[in-house]
């Protein structure tokens, strides 16, 4: 009966007293996956998220809460975890039974997985909104609001089915309905007074220029990378003076090994037009001072001009030390030796 509450079950700390303001809302979310290939073999495992960072992680075999992060289960004791990870593989193994057992009849077909989610959002002026979701293959099913489940939009007869069983289940709901409006945001808010000094850091990135090779005709891709920045928002743009480029493709915000992200911008150019082009960085970290690097910068223009001639010399210096490999290891060129032959029949003429 407790596996609509897997979710949260991983998340049941008491949180601080102390709100920090946030520009962006700040979600912490608990992700549970079940993947059932036939009626008696299954896989599962959870993690939970606050925001991108995962924080603390679960997998079926070993039954135990994982933490990824030193504060990641707040004030609670070792023995208040070891409740919750028992509360856990029970309720686990109630949903694989629930599961198994309805299949049948919620046309569930072999192999599937399901996810569920629940979790709770901080907003910037305080607000809290709490959420569970159950999907099945992906494509969501079920939605909680006002202590029961409301078939989706996509969840058709499969999701009026199984909501017709879970709201039968009354303080199964009223304890999601708790977890997710009073446990879930108390926990939030521990994790980010006892995060603060990890959550609230601040490191300033570092920016550079290159070129890359480009298959249109006289057109150049110019790269501006950033990387080492935390926190994940920013914002980088080629400009021209004070014009931003529509043209700039940004890649996707990597994370790099240390935490901090990484992330590139393009902009396709005219070889002749390239004249006035710079990359601005704009960060939290650098307090209103925007790093920008000019493209017609001097130091620019020499780390752009080897990074397109550094490749023309390495072929060329290798195709110099195969020919003189070539040469040294070939024995002299057949072309000589009629002329030796007509050499000796000279000097036998003559005497």
Known sequence: MLYLQIPLLAVLLAGGDNEDAFQEPISLQANYISYLYNHSWARSWGSVWLGEMQIQGWESNSG???????????????????????????????????????ASEWKLEYPFEIQITGGCELHPEG??????????????????????????????????????????????????????????????????????????????????LSTR???????????CHVSGFYPKPISVMWMRGEQAQQGSQLSDILRNADGTWYLQVFLDVEATKTSGLSCRVTHSSLEGQDIILYLDHPNSKGWIILAVMLPLLLLLTGLAFWLKKRWTHCEPPSTLLPLERFQRSRDSTHT
Not at 96 to 101: E, K, S, T
Not at 141 to 151: D, K
Not at 161 to 176: F, P, S, W
């Open 213 to 223: 090779p480009n298959p249109g005709p006289d057109h150049l891709l110019l790269v």
């Open 64 to 102: 135990s809460i994982t933490f990824l992060q030193p504060w990641a289960k707040s004030n609670f004791s070792n023995k208040e975890m070891k409740i919750v990870e028992k509360l856990v593989h029970v309720a686990h193994v109630q949903l694989l039974y629930n599961l198994r057992n309805h």
């Open 127 to 208: 607000h809290m909104v709490g959420f569970s979701q159950l999907a099945y293959e992906g494509s969501e099913v079920l939605s909680f609001q006002n202590s029961s489940w409301v078939p989706s939009l996509k969840g058709g007869t499969r999701g009026q089915q199984i909501g017709k069983v879970l709201n039968q289940r009354i303080v199964a709901n009223k304890m999601t309905h708790r977890m997710i409006s009073n446990t879930c945001p108390r926990f939030l808010l521990g994790l980010l007074d006892a995060g603060k000094a990890d959550l609230q850091r601040q490191v300033k990135p570092e920016a550079w």
